[in-house]
């Protein structure tokens, strides 16, 4: 399974940006979806997850509020939509199938299968 994450740009802060990320090939073998993102010089850190059973959702306190992970039927893409950006948002958005406990769905060594990345830049 691969996951290719799209949907980044450069927009002004306020602005929204909806992230988009799609598998190819095979079938999700894993608990769900999630989003993480790293900026220049930081560590990659969590921001939205989804379970596929429940659809139950969980955000980073830093984009609560402001981020929304979703769904489509086929469970074939997840979206994040992004609102009200904020410069600090600026980072490399990556998405990556789950395979861990609930407990790890904040864990980045609980997800496989990570896409290439979309630049989100908001300017000031």
């Known amino acids: 399974v691969q996951l290719q994450a799209s949907g980044g740009g450069l927009v002004q802060a306020g602005d929204s940006l909806r992230l988009s990320c799609a598998r190819s090939?095979?079938?999700?073998?894993?608990?769900?979806i999630g989003w993480f993102r790293q900026a220049p010089g930081k560590e990659r850190e969590f921001v939205a997850a989804?379970?596929?059973?429940?659809?139950?959702?969980y955000y980073a306190d830093s984009v609560k509020g402001r981020f929304t992970i979703s769904r489509n039927s086929a469970k074939n893409t997840v979206f994040l939509q992004m609102n009200n950006l904020k410069p600090e948002d600026t980072a490399v958005y990556y998405c990556?199938?789950?395979?861990?406990?609930?407990?790890?769905?904040?864990?980045?060594?609980?997800?496989?299968?990570w896409g290439q990345g979309t630049q989100v830049t908001v300017s000031s």
């Open positions: 990556a199938s789950h395979r861990g406990i609930l407990s790890t769905v904040r864990i980045d060594t609980s997800y496989v299968s």
């Open positions: 090939g095979g079938t999700f073998s894993n608990n769900g």
């Open positions: 989804i379970r596929w059973s429940g659809g139950y959702t």
